[in-house]
């Protein structure tokens, strides 16, 4: 059976404490049992509710999630044309993503969405039209994107060094993130040894910790489990109720009532 | 600063860790020092020299590989091309120089008439120049291997050219070359010194600017993209 | 005492109750269950206790600090700030003024 405390733990994380007050908040709640030598289960209650009790009184009383309403246009494309050889892929594409909006790009293999999405993100540049993007610019890749030989520690301290984050806080922001996709002990793994799943985890964290206003997702979600999955749609409401734009690429349509907006690309354009 | 710096100290550790391109750049300039140690010792110095510069340059490869995937999101996360590239290179030479510790503490001891002070720079132009020569490589070649050919080939044209042709004065490490000579072979004669260390501050300048234009281009800020 | 409408008062002052132990001095999470049982009040479980010394901590009248026990594990202790008693006061005329009004119109009632 799981200990109490690894599933209130993870429960805290998942909830979005930040790592520290988790850690805090459940150390205190072991020394209590400690001392008193009550079962956790009677002295707390089961874990989840006892997690739904803690981040009530730590958040300010602000019932419910309020959702920003839909904001300016953060993301705008226009007219964009791409060949590869003779092949065009993508064909006058435009879309307008506004801030507080889910936008997903659906389509067959091959249609070009993961270029699509590089081509916002300014990775590679299209043979005709424009993107124009106000503020910073998120991009989590399908695979890829971590190096090899560093722990998710250092690629969080990677990454927060970017936006000006010491040491200390880039890894306490990092595991804050990687708890709300259930990932609860990142750190000395090398991202070598990571499973599929989780190594993609590590690809989110590191695109929320940049805290763009943009985020581009090219399914970053293969190899999660069903929890997980779920968690991150809730990540991605997250940030789209913080006023952030997202645009997901996704294959899967059963996804599309969670999102706002869908452009669907295809060959017979 | 502390994003190069930060760079630089993730690029150390990410070498440390691989433990085939350590054993690499210990093993090469240690095999081509024994190869002619007793016949024909300021021979085995200078591939001591080559070896120690083809260790960095492979380590740069991988460094240039493994950051390949990731700087194009590392410059969107809020980093300037210059601190990438220069974090990394620094970050080589320290590791560089760090290897040219013991071996130059061996030369001394094993050939205590060679010219300490000419046998250092000699290295010290190795590592200059072999770092970005590796990065260089790497950010042109996208594989690993192809890169490790190239490497192979210029390393061993350094290694069989005739020392009297032309093309020897424009390998990257004529400079170490020439140093050495000075060092081991005629230590009258500062003309070598002065040559060596002429050409091997052009290569290394060279070489830096170049492993920043690459970047540059590689990582530039696209036409496309436009402000809203 | 009907323990359903006992632990609603309880509820309601309970935070009013750890500002007021705390007013004597610095303590910890269990330190205080034991300190609200002596009382009358407990017992409290964990589960209440808890999420109201966070809410306390986090509208700043407590502040907080770790520090190890003296054999068991690291304790956080909890004290009051400016705050924190300044809210004690002003509560604690409240509730004088409150129970005086709620105890007039029970015992009117009972005569």
């Known amino acids: 059976m799981q200990d109490w405390f690894d599933v209130f733990r993870s429960a805290l994380l998942r909830r979005g404490v930040p790592h520290a007050t988790v850690r805090q908040v459940v150390e205190e709640a072991r020394a209590h049992t400690g001392d008193s030598g009550e079962p956790p289960l009677s002295a707390f209650g089961g874990p989840e509710a006892y997690a739904d009790a803690v981040v009530a009184s730590l958040t300010p009383t602000d019932p419910g999630r309020t959702r920003a309403p839909r904001g300016d246009v953060l993301l705008r494309a226009r007219g964009i044309t791409k060949r590869f050889g003779r092949r065009t892929v993508l064909r006058d594409v435009a879309l307008d993503v506004h801030a507080g909006e889910v936008l997903a790009i659906v389509g067959a293999n091959g249609c070009g969405k993961s270029t699509l999405l590089k081509i916002c993100a300014g990775m590679v540049s299209p043979d005709s039209g424009t993107v124009e993007i106000a503020g910073r610019v998120g991009y989590c890749p399908q695979d890829g994107g971590t190096i090899e030989f560093l722990t998710a520690d250092e690629h969080f301290q990677l990454v927060g060094a970017g936006r000006g984050l010491g040491r200390a806080d880039a890894r306490e922001h990092g595991r804050t993130w990687a708890g709300r996709l259930d990932w609860a002990d990142p750190g000395a793994t090398q991202a070598r040894h990571l499973s599929g799943g989780t190594r993609q985890k590590l690809n989110l964290t590191m695109s929320a910790l940049s805290e763009p206003d943009v985020l581009l997702l090219d399914e970053p979600y293969q190899g999660f489990d069903r929890g997980t999955y779920l968690n991150f749609w809730d990540l991605v409401w997250a940030w789209r109720d913080r006023g952030r734009a997202v645009v997901v690429v996704t294959h899967l349509l059963a996804e599309l009532d969670k999102v706002d907006t869908v452009l669907t690309l295809g060959e017979s354009r | ?228 | 005492m009907d323990p359903d409408r006992r632990s609603q008062w309880l509820r309601g002052v309970l935070d009013l109750c750890v500002l007021g132990l705390l007013a004597d001095g610095e303590s910890y999470g269990y330190e205080l269950a034991q300190a609200l049982t002596r009382a009358g009040l407990g017992p409290i479980q964990g589960g209440t206790l808890y999420p109201v010394l966070l809410r306390l901590e986090r509208t700043g009248l407590v502040a907080t600090d770790w520090r190890a026990g003296e054999a068991g594990p690291a304790r956080k202790y909890y004290r009051l700030t400016p705050a924190g008693e300044q809210t004690l006061r002003a509560a604690a005329s409240d509730w004088r003024g409150f129970a005086g009004q709620v105890g007039t119109v029970l015992e009117t009632a009972v005569k």
Not at chain 2, 129 to 146: C, D, H, K
């Open chain 2, 1 to 228: 600063m502390r994003k190069t710096w930060t760079i630089a100290e993730l690029t150390v550790r990410d070498v440390l860790r691989r433990r085939g391109v350590i054993v690499l750049m210990l093993l090469l300039p240690t095999a081509f020092y024994l190869l002619r140690h007793n016949d024909s010792p300021g021979q085995s110095v200078r591939l001591l020299c080559l070896g120690l510069s083809w260790g960095v340059s492979t380590a740069g490869l991988f460094v240039a590989a493994s950051a390949r995937a990731v700087e194009p999101r590392l410059r969107l996360s809020g980093y300037a091309t210059a601190q990438l590239y220069l974090g990394r290179l620094c970050a080589l030479w320290t590791l560089g120089f760090a290897l040219l510790v013991p071996f130059a503490v061996v030369v001394r001891f094993d050939h205590p008439w060679m010219r300490p002070a000419g046998i250092v720079l000699a290295m010290a132009f190795c590592v200059l120049i072999g770092a970005p020569l590796g990065l260089l490589i790497g950010g042109l070649l996208p594989r690993e291997l192809e890169g490790m050919l190239l490497l192979l080939i210029v390393c061993a044209l350094q290694m069989m050219v005739n020392p009297d042709d032309l093309l020897m004065e424009m390998l990257p490490l004529w400079s170490s070359r020439e140093i050495g000579i000075w060092a081991v072979d005629e230590p009258d004669d500062l003309g070598y010194l002065l040559r060596g260390v002429a050409a091997g501050v052009a290569w290394t300048i060279a070489l830096v600017g170049l492993v920043g234009g690459v970047s540059a281009v590689r990582l530039r800020r696209r036409a496309h993209v436009r402000a809203l």
